[in-house]
């Protein structure tokens, strides 16, 4: 049985909350409160108009992720333990994450991608994309290894996201202070 998780209790947390930089653990049960997580977790990404959202970004060390590239209801995806194949091509694309509010970093990653995965009941799957979907793809997964866009940042993107990222330290800290008083 999974450990239990205060589902209704979860929020998006943000940059530099270090829940954010763990390796994830695969999804093992496959049960009633996994497909509530994943339902919370579609709720939190559409209320921050996000194309994705990453379990470790609700604060939940689980290797799974949703996803919506065109915000239609039937483009919704739930991708438990994904893995990747058969990269092709390079793009670079300006990207930004619910968990940095103000922050865009340019990445490169490779334009197209085969993903593997399991949906919320276990039902294995693939399926190959390009463009933004799998760009959406390749952020969640990092989000599930402890990376984010901040680590690909040039020195450029260092000093146009210097103001936000200081922001964000700031409120985490006094965030922590309130906690704790
Ligand atoms: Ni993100």
Not at 84 to 110: H, K, Q, W, Y
Request: aromatic share 4%; glycine share 10%; charged share 30%.
């Amino acid at each position: 049985m999974a450990a239990p998780i205060d589902i209704g209790g979860l929020r998006i947390v943000h940059y530099p909350a270090p829940v954010l930089r763990r390796v994830c653990k695969p999804v093992e049960t496959f049960d009633e409160q996994l497909e509530r997580l994943i339902a919370r977790m579609f709720e939190l990404m559409r209320s921050g108009n996000g194309v994705g959202l990453a379990a470790p970004q609700v604060g939940v060390e689980l290797r799974l992720f949703v996803c919506n590239h065109t915000g239609e209801p039937g483009d919704d995806r739930a991708v438990i333990n994904p893995e990747f194949g058969d990269p092709e091509g390079v793009a670079v694309m300006e990207e930004g994450c619910l968990s940095l509010p103000n922050v865009t970093i340019a990445v490169r990653r490779p334009e197209k991608i085969t993903l593997r995965g399991r949906d919320g009941s276990g039902e294995p799957f693939e399926v190959r994309a390009g463009e933004l979907q799998a760009r959406v793809w390749q952020h969640e997964t990092d989000h599930l290894d402890g990376r984010m866009i901040t680590d690909y940042m040039s020195e450029a993107a260092k000093i146009a996201n210097r103001r936000a990222l200081k922001q964000l330290h700031d409120e985490y800290k006094g965030g922590k202070k309130r906690k704790t008083a």
